[in-house]
C-alpha cells in the first residue's frame, strides 16, 4: 500500500490533533490548581492545547502542498503477519512458556520471511529459543517463563 | 584541580582493574561491536538488551558495561557502513560515502583500520574532555534551584527541535507528544493518576524500554522488512588489512579535527553524534586540496567522520551525568540504569557516587583499547554476521529484543507496548517524524513538570522566578536567540521563496 507524503501528513497531523482534543478533554476533568501551586491537569493541558496548534499548522502546511508529493511505501504482507506474531505471542508467553512459544514465534518468522523449508525453519525456531533460553536464562540469569499450562 | 582529577582517576582505574569489572567491560565493548555491526539494532536496543542482567550487578559494573555497549556500537556501526554501503547506526551514515567506495575499489583494510584508529583518536580525547569538565560543571550546578532546572531544559528541548531537525514543525509536534507520554502515570505531588486507561501498570508511567526499544527497534526492522533483499558483503582480506604510510599520514589530521568537532558537538541535546559526522566531512572537504575526490574513496572522510562520532560519546555522557539531562536516547538508557540502582544523576554524582563517576571515566579507558584491539584483528570475524542474510537475522533480532524487554520488569504487557510503539514508531518514521525528540523529552517530561511547579511553588506563583537567577537568565536569553535566530532564518527562506516563486 503506498500513498503520498502529502496525504500521510494529512492523517498524522489528524491523528495528533486528535490525542491533543483527547488530552485537553481529560485535562479539564483533573484539578487544575491554583496560580501558586499548578495542579496536576496544568501540563497536560498547556500540552494538548499546543499539540492541536502544532497539528493544525502542519495539517495546513500538507493541504498547502503540491498535490504530486513522492509516494511512500506502506505496509508488506510478512510486516502485518509478524506483528500479529509478536501479539499472539505476549499473549502466550507466560501461559506456554518460553521455548515452545519462542520456537513457535521463531518458526513462525522463518517461515514468513525466508524460503527455507518447514522442517529446517522448526530446528532454527528450536535452536533459537533453546540459545535464547541457555544464554540469557540459565547464564544470565534473567527470568524467563516457563509456562502455566504444564503444571 | 588536574592533580585532584588525576587522583580520582587513579581511584577509577582501582574500581576497574578487577577481573569482574574488565570481564564486564570487555563483554559490554564485544556486545557493542556485534550490535553495531548488525543493521537494526542500534545502541539503544543493544544496551535495553543486557539491561535486566545488570539488575543483578552493583552500580558501577552496570554501567561499566552499559556504557561499553554504547560506545562499542560506535566502533562496529563502520563496519557495515564500509562493507556493505548500510549504516550499522545513523552515525555512519557518512561514513558509506567514501568508506564504501574504497572498499570497492580494493581498499577495505584501510578503510575499516583508518575508522578503529579515528574511533580510538575520537573516543580517547572526548574521554579526556568529560574527566575535565563534568567535575567543574557539577560545582556549579549544585547552586542551581528548579527555576533555572526547567530554564535548562526548556533550552535543551529548544536545541533539539532547532539543531539537526529537518522539519522543525515535526520536531516539536514529537516533543510534544513526548512530555505528554511522560504525564501518564501518578502524578508526584499529588497522587493523581493520569492517562492510566484504569490499568494500574501505568501507574508509574510508561516504561522506557518498551517504548524505546518499539520507536527505535522494532520500527527499524518493520522499514528493513520492505527491502529484505541479499545485500553483498564485500570481505577484506587480512594482507590487505594494514594501510599505507600514506593513508595514516592523510588520516591523522582528520581524525583530531574530527575529535574537536566531536567533543563540542557531544554537549548538544539530539542527534549530535549524527551531525557532528556531517559537519566533519563537510570541513574534510573544504580544507582538501581535492575536494573532487571526497565520494570516490578519500580516506579523509572515513577518517574524519568515524574520529567524530566516538568523541560525542564521551563529551555527551557529561549533560547526563552532570545535570540529569540525557543528550542521546541511548544516554537516556543509561540514565534509566543508574535510577534503577537508585542513583539519580545529577550534580551530586560524582561527589557522592565517586565510585560510578570516576570508575565510568577509567573503564572508557580501558574500554577504548580493548575495542581497538577487538575491531582490528578480528574485523573479519565480525564481517561474517552480515553474512546471514536478513530474513535469519530479523526473526533472531526479534527474539533479542523480546527477552530485553519482557526481562525488565517480567510482564508480557511490555512486549504489547513494544509492538504499539513499534507502529506508532514505522509510521512517523515513514513521514519523517525524528524519533529522538519524542524519547528526550519523554524522558526529561517528569523532571521539567517537578521543575516547573517547584519553581512556582516557591516563588507563590510569580512566573519571574525564571528571570531572578542570572543562570537561569542565561539559559532563558540563548533560548529568546535561538527563536530570534530561527525566525530570521525562517522569514529570510520565505522572503527568497516568495522572491523565486514571483520570477
Known amino acids: 500500500m503506498g500513498i503520498t507524503d502529502r496525504k500521510g501528513d494529512l492523517i498524522i497531523s489528524g491523528a495528533l490533533c486528535a490525542i491533543g482534543i483527547f488530552v485537553v478533554t481529560k485535562a479539564r476533568a483533573m484539578p487544575y490548581g491554583e496560580a501558586t501551586v499548578p495542579g496536576p491537569g496544568f501540563l497536560p493541558m498547556i500540552l494538548g492545547v499546543l499539540l492541536i496548534g502544532i497539528s493544525v499548522i502542519l495539517g495546513i502546511k500538507a493541504f498547502l502542498s503540491k498535490k504530486n508529493t513522492a509516494r511512500v511505501q506502506l505496509g508488506h504482507r510478512s510486516m502485518v503477519s509478524i506483528l500479529v506474531a509478536l501479539v499472539l505471542l505476549a499473549g502466550l508467553l507466560e501461559r506456554a512458556g518460553f521455548l515452545p512459544v519462542m520456537t513457535l514465534f521463531v518458526f513462525l518468522s522463518l517461515k514468513t520471511l525466508s524460503s527455507l523449508k518447514v522442517w529446517k525453519c522448526f530446528l532454527w525456531g528450536l535452536a533459537a529459543a533453546f540459545a535464547g533460553y541457555g544464554f540469557f536464562g540459565l547464564l544470565l540469569g534473567i527470568p524467563l517463563p516457563s509456562g502455566t499450562w504444564w503444571y | ?503
Open chain 2, 1 to 503: 584541580m588536574i592533580m585532584s582529577s588525576l587522583e580520582h582517576l587513579l581511584g577509577g582505574f582501582l574500581i576497574v582493574l578487577t577481573p569482574l569489572n574488565l570481564l564486564y567491560c570487555f563483554l559490554g565493548c564485544l556486545w557493542g561491536t556485534i550490535i553495531g555491526v548488525l543493521p537494526g539494532i542500534g545502541p539503544l536496543g543493544g544496551m535495553a538488551l543486557l539491561l535486566p542482567l545488570t539488575f543483578k550487578l552493583d552500580p558501577a559494573s552496570s554501567i561499566i558495561m552499559l556504557a561499553g555497549i554504547f560506545y562499542g556500537t560506535m566502533y562496529g556501526g563502520s563496519t557495515t557502513s564500509i562493507l556493505l554501503n548500510i549504516p550499522g547506526e545513523a552515525a555512519s551514515i557518512v561514513t558509506c560515502l567514501d568508506g564504501y567506495r574504497m572498499a570497492r575499489n580494493g581498499r577495505a583494510g584501510p578503510a575499516l583500520v583508518v575508522s578503529a584508529l579515528g574511533s580510538f583518536v575520537g573516543g580517547t580525547l572526548s574521554i579526556i574532555a568529560l574527566m575535565f569538565f563534568a567535575p567543574p560543571l557539577a560545582q556549579v550546578m549544585l547552586k542551581v534551584g528548579p527555576a533555572e532546572e526547567f530554564s535548562l531544559m526548556i533550552l535543551a528541548l529548544l536545541v533539539v527541535s532547532f539543531v539537526g531537525s529537518s522539519n522543525v514543525l515535526k520536531t516539536v509536534a514529537m516533543i510534544i507528544l513526548g512530555l505528554m507520554i511522560a504525564t501518564v502515570g501518578m502524578d508526584p505531588l499529588t497522587g493523581h493518576l493520569r492517562f492510566t486507561f484504569g490499568y494500574l501498570g501505568f501507574a508509574s508511567g510508561i516504561d522506557f524500554v518498551p517504548m524505546a526499544i518499539g520507536l527505535f527497534g522494532i520500527s527499524e526492522i518493520l522499514i528493513n522488512f520492505e527491502n529484505i533483499a541479499s545485500m553483498e558483503v564485500i570481505k577484506p582480506s587480512f594482507r590487505t588489512l594494514l594501510p599505507r604510510w600514506e593513508d595514516l599520514k592523510a588520516s591523522w589530521g582528520s581524525m583530531f579535527r574530527g575529535a574537536g568537532i566531536g567533543i563540542l558537538f557531544g554537549f548538544l541535546p539530539g542527534a549530535s553524534h549524527i551531525i557532528s559526522t556531517f559537519v566533519s566531512y563537510a570541513l574534510e572537504k573544504k580544507i582538501s586540496k581535492h575536494p573532487e575526490e571526497f565520494g570516490s574513496g578519500k580516506i579523509e572522510g572515513v577518517a574524519g567522520p568515524e574520529s567524530a562520532n566516538n568523541a560525542t560519546t564521551g563529551t555527551s555522557l557529561v549533560p547526563m551525568l552532570v545535570l540529569g539531562i540525557p543528550p542521546l536516547p541511548a544516554t537516556a538508557l543509561l540514565m534509566s540504569a543508574l535510577i534503577i540502582h537508585g542513583i539519580t544523576p545529577g550534580p551530586q554524582l560524582v561527589q557522592e557516587h565517586p565510585d560510578i563517576f570516576w570508575g565510568l571515566i577509567a573503564s572508557m579507558y580501558v574500554g577504548n583499547i580493548m575495542l581497538l584491539i577487538l575491531n582490528l584483528p578480528l574485523v573479519g570475524m565480525f564481517v561474517n554476521f552480515l553474512r546471514i542474510p536478513y530474513a535469519y537475522l530479523a526473526p533472531s533480532i526479534l527474539t533479542l529484543m523480546i527477552i530485553g524487554v519482557y526481562g525488565v520488569n517480567t510482564n508480557t504487557a511490555d512486549i504489547l507496548l513494544m509492538v504499539f510503539f513499534g507502529i506508532a514508531g514505522y509510521l512517523l518514521r515513514k513521514f519523517r517524524f525524528d524519533m529522538a525528540p519524542l524519547i528526550l523529552a519523554a524522558v526529561l517530561g517528569d523532571k521539567m513538570e517537578m521543575s516547573f511547579r517547584r519553581a512556582l511553588t516557591i516563588s507563590e506563583g510569580s512566573l519571574l522566578i525564571f528571570f531572578k537567577s542570572s543562570v537561569s537568565k542565561i539559559f532563558l536569553v540563548a533560548v529568546i536567540l535561538i527563536l530570534i535566530l530561527q525566525g530570521m532564518a525562517w522569514f529570510m527562506g520565505f522572503r527568497r521563496r516568495m522572491a523565486e516563486e514571483a520570477e
